[in-house]
């Protein structure tokens, strides 16, 4: 599977877009790119996937660049309530292959 | 609410003990995955069951064994425990398989080995 990069830790302002980068540079043409996230101890929560096109939900908005080699989650409009550890997952797409490889993330923390 | 649920929430055991976690996935899932979470070593994947059969495997020590039952319910076996077991084991659930499937965890079981 691609190796994922995050930056470790990010601050944003309660009610402003939290932005969060991810690089996957070794990513292949048949790998979607995942978002999750982990509230404290909690199970890790699924946010949004996507393969090439920038795609948006009701929790946040996936851009990924046209090279594929990296993307960006953003949070429209943070709330203390998306305090958590932010996982970016590159998985292929291919069935027996849908174990998620987790690294490091980045703790994203709102500030009030 | 995932509609995952895992029993027990916790567990306090001691060395060389064997327990068994237990996994409901939602409704209609037929893969369920174990992972664990420890201090050292993050989430880890350890084994994914579909239909009932074993489908993948990962990090999971020859002390451990899984199985998903006719119902789709899971379970984790872990025996002969030692202190490093302690972690958080979650199980997740996806529909089918394929990369457009997400994972849907539960809240995890927090175990303690003493």
């Known amino acids: 599977d691609a190796k994922t990069t995050q930056p470790p830790s990010m601050d944003c302002a309660e009610g402003r877009a939290a932005n969060l980068p991810c690089n996957h540079s070794?990513?292949?043409?048949?790998?979607?790119v995942y978002w999750y996230r982990q509230i404290h101890s909690q199970g890790p929560q699924y946010i949004i996937h996507g393969l090439k096109n920038n795609e948006t939900n009701e929790m946040a908005s996936l851009i990924i660049t046209e090279d594929r080699k990296s993307s960006t989650l953003i949070l429209p409009h943070a709330t203390l309530r998306d305090t958590a550890v932010y996982y970016c997952i590159v998985r292929p797409s291919n069935f027996g292959n849908e174990k998620l490889t987790f690294g490091t993330g980045t703790r994203l923390t709102i500030i009030p | 609410d995932s509609g995952v649920t895992q029993t027990p929430k916790h567990l306090i055991t001691a060395t060389g003990q064997r327990v068994t976690l237990r996994c409901s996935p939602r409704s209609g899932d037929l893969s369920v995955y174990w992972y664990q979470q420890s201090l050292d070593q993050g989430l880890q994947f350890l084994i994914q069951y579909y239909n009932g059969e074993e489908r993948a495997k990962g990090n999971i020590l020859e002390r451990f064994s899984a199985q998903q039952f006719p119902d789709l319910h899971s379970e984790l076996n872990l025996s002969s425990l030692e202190l490093g077991d302690s972690a958080l084991y979650f199980c997740a659930s996806s529909a089918v398989g394929g990369g457009r499937n997400e994972q849907f965890f539960g809240p995890g079981t927090r175990l303690t080995v003493l």
């Open positions: 070794t990513i292949s043409g048949n790998e979607y």
